[in-house]
């Protein structure tokens, strides 16, 4: 039995609205050797966004963020991949911007972010996680199906 694991990826609004670097964050995905099992272009709604973000609910960010990420068209993958969810993070890089394009400019957020809202994309990071947030968006997606892949 293979050791792939599932994980929850978001690419944010700013990606989706620039057709190069939605392409180039695609290849970079699958030269990485992730298969994209579920892709499902939506905007968020508040619900979603308040139940996808509640733990960071009354933070600074949060309005900030909950408005962004319900500005626009999202695209919000199932990745699977062996150690999928570390593997994913460690592709964004660091979540502030400034970090990543010191620390790791090669890393999707180095390369793709602009602010620590606008950081290109998001990544569970627990295989909790991972499911309550496949849950949340594709609530229709059965995991044990893919358990095996
Ligand atoms: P993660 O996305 O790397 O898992 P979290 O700490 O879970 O990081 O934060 C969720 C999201 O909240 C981040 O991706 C980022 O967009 C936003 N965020 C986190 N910290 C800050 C901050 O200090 N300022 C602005 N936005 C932030």
Aim: net charge positive.
């Amino acid at each position: 039995m293979s050791g792939a694991q599932q994980t929850l990826a978001i690419l944010k609004p700013h990606v989706v609205k620039n057709p190069f670097s939605l392409s180039r964050i695609k290849n970079i995905i699958l030269n990485a050797n992730f298969k994209i099992v579920h892709l499902k272009r939506k905007t968020i709604d508040l619900r979603e966004a308040e139940a996808f973000y509640g733990e960071h609910k009354g933070k600074f960010f949060y309005n900030r963020l909950v408005t962004f990420m319900t500005s626009g068209p999202c695209e919000l993958m199932i990745l699977t991949k062996e150690n999928a969810i570390q593997e994913w993070r460690q592709l964004m890089g660091p979540t502030k911007v400034f970090r990543a394009q010191f620390e790791a400019p090669d890393s999707l957020r180095g390369q793709f972010g602009l602010s620590d809202t606008r950081n290109a994309t998001h990544g569970s990071d627990s295989p909790e996680s991972a499911m309550k947030e496949i849950e949340i968006f594709f609530p229709e997606f059965r995991l044990e199906t893919v358990i095996n892949f």
